[in-house]
């Protein structure tokens, strides 16, 4: 459970940096490119974080069926 909060603080703050950022774009203001480069980065990464994360636990719900499956 613990790396599903980790993720999810991260994620809240990633959406912060989002709002900000699409705030400016919308007022005008100029982004320098490399902001967005590292705001997708650090969405990928998490993306792929929580893919891990889902991966284990199907990993743990199927080894637990299969440990059930061996002891009927």
Do not use: P
């Not at 990464?45 to 889902?54: K, R, T």
């Amino acid at each position: 459970m613990g790396n599903i909060m980790l993720l999810l603080m991260e994620l809240i703050s990633l959406a912060q940096k989002v709002s900000k950022l699409e705030s400016a774009v919308r007022n005008g203001t100029k982004v320098d490119e490399k902001e967005f480069v590292v705001l997708t980065e650090s969405l990928m990464v998490q993306l792929l974080y929580l893919g891990s994360i889902e991966a284990d636990v199907e990993a743990k719900a199927q080894r637990k069926n299969e440990f059930h499956c061996m002891h009927c």
